[in-house]
Every structure is written in C-alpha cells, then in structure tokens.
C-alpha cells in the first residue's frame, strides 16, 4: 500500500496543510543568486538524488516529500555533502487535493522562485485490479497525476515571465508500455509522459524546456511502497538511483523532451511500438 489512509481527506491532526524549514545557509544575501530546484519527493530514491545532482552542481534547493522526519534525514544528508547549499524544506502531502497549492503557498511564503521544478513524487498499488482499494488508487491518481498538473500550472507562469526555467516530469517506461498489475499506476505514467510532450511543445519559444524522464525499474522503496517487492521486476535488475538522476539533470540541462534510462530500456520501447498495445502490455506483467 502507497501510505496509511487518513480518517479525514480535509483535517489530519498530524500534519499541517503544509510546513517550512530553511537552513541557514538558505537566508544567507549571497546566495540569493544562486539557482534553485524545487524538487518533490525528494526524501529518497530517484528524487534524492536528483537533489544530491543539483546541490553538487551549485543549486539551493526546495525540497518536498510527504514525511516529515524522512525529509530531514534527507537535508541533513545533503548539507553534509554539500554544506554551502541553502536548503528549504516544504512538508506537504500531494495526495491531498490541496497539496500542491499548500506546496505553492510556503514556496512563495518564503519568497522563493525556483529556476528549474522537478515534478519527481510518485507511488504506485500492487495487485489485481478488482482487488485492490480504490481509496489507494484515487490517491495514487491525486499524486502521481492532479497534482503534478496543478504544481506545474501554479509554478509555470514565473517561469514564462522570466523568460527562463526548466521542468522535469519523472515519467516512467510504464508511459510508455501498460503494466498489469500495477495498472491504475501505469495509466498514470503514460498520462505525466503525454502531459510534459505536450506542455514541452506549447511552452516552445518561452524560455522554458520540458523534459521527460522515463526509468525502467530503479532501486528505491518504490516497489516496496507499493507492495510490490516480491515480484520478478522487483527482485531483477534494478537501476542505480544515482545513474537515473545524473542521466535526468543531463538530459534536462540540454533541453532535449525525454530520457530512457537505463540505456538498456531503449531497445524495449523501440520493439514495443511494432507490437500489438495488447500483447506489450502482457509482457510487461509486474509478477
Ligand atoms: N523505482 C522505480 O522502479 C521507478 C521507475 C520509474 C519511475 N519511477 C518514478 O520515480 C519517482 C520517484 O520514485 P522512487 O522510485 O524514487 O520511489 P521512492 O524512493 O518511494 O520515492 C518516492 C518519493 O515520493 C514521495 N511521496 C510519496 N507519496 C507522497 C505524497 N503523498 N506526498 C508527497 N510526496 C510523496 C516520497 O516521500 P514520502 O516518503 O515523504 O511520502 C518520496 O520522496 C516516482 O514518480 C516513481 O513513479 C520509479
């Protein structure tokens, strides 16, 4: 299961609509000139290293997740590494239909206008389709979806307006190919890899480049989350986190519209595209 169901969509006691933290460093005159990521589901897997990338490469960064406690451990990591990084941390559930404007409300509370945005938290349901809870999978669907679109609209028009800035959709080899068993979370994939091409070639000429970023099955905590860990995907092969992120911030940096990482998935996606869409989706079965 992706998280523990709230009793309440609206009031959860344990959590404020959203929370601010920023490091020292952050409040610190210089380094107001200095670039800054906001990246989501940053407190690990793919997202954390994204954000470990761009502290390395001389970005402040706001980072976002779900858990609050995560998250820390998260910074703490990162200004060990990097310790001249400003660092802003914005707990914030995006499950929750008011996630990404409470998202929006602390960034722009703290004054903060991110150069480039990295749509990166996302989950997934493991399990027969009639089976598995819908609460889950309307969360899911919040998460990996509603929320990236409305991020994406309440930060885009800074961007526009500057005439400069750059987006990342972590998408997912599943836009690309259905994964039964993991099939409302696969919908969701293909919708974040459709949305960013189209979004890419709307915002063409504006100073602002979108990039899609597409990895086979990585090693995070994303298939156990998902309850997924006991599959042959999840016990196979599995990405470096830290590859995926460096491949991304790349690919990002160039401005080209997509990256499938590892290379080895490349071949897959070129194969599928001359296969029958019924008979790709059976072979992509997460079992
Ligand atoms: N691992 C793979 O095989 C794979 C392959 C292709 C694409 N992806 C995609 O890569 C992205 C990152 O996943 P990952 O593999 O790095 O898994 P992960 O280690 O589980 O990281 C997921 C991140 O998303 C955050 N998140 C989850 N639910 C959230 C919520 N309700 N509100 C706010 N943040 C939330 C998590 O923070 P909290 O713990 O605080 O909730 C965490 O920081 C996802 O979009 C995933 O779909 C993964």
Do not use: C
Not at 112 to 119: I, R
Not at 135 to 147: F, G, H, K, R, V
Not at 163 to 177: H, N, Q, W, Y
Request: zero cysteines; aromatic letters at 4%; charged letters at 25%.
């Amino acid at each position: 299961m992706p998280r523990k169901r709230k009793t309440s969509r609206s009031s959860s006691p344990r959590k404020r609509k959203g929370s601010t933290r920023r490091s020292r460093g952050a409040l610190n005159g210089a380094r107001r000139e200095r670039r800054s990521a906001l990246i989501t589901g940053a407190s690990s897997g793919i997202g954390l290293e994204l954000a470990r990338k761009f502290a390395a490469e001389g970005y402040d960064l706001i980072v976002t997740a779900d858990n609050g406690k995560k998250l820390r451990d998260a910074a703490r990591q990162i200004r060990t590494e990097h310790p001249d990084t400003g660092i802003t941390l914005v707990v914030a559930d995006l499950a929750e239909p008011d996630g990404a404007r409470a998202l929006h409300r602390q960034v722009k509370a703290a004054r903060l206008n991110p150069d480039v945005l990295v749509n990166n938290a996302g989950a997934g349901v493991w399990g027969d389709f009639p089976k598995t809870d819908l609460e889950d999978e309307l969360d899911i669907i919040q998460l990996n979806t509603a929320s990236v679109v409305a991020i994406t609209k309440l930060f885009v028009p800074a961007m526009i307006k500057r005439r400069s800035g750059k987006i990342l959709f972590t998408a997912s080899v599943a836009s690309l190919a259905p994964t039964p068993l993991l099939t409302v979370y696969g919908a969701t994939k293909a919708f974040v890899y459709s949305f960013s091409q189209a979004l890419g070639d709307e915002l063409d000429g504006t100073g602002v480049t979108v990039t899609a970023l597409l990895p086979g099955a990585t090693d995070t905590n994303f298939f156990k989350r998902a309850g997924a860990e006991h599959t042959q995907t999840a016990q196979g092969d599995l990405a470096d986190p830290e590859r995926v992120a460096h491949d991304a911030y790349d690919t990002l940096m160039k401005g080209h519209d997509h990256v499938i990482t590892p290379t080895s998935e490349r071949l897959m996606a070129v194969v599928s595209r001359f296969m029958p869409d019924r008979m790709v989706a059976h072979q992509n079965r997460i079992e």
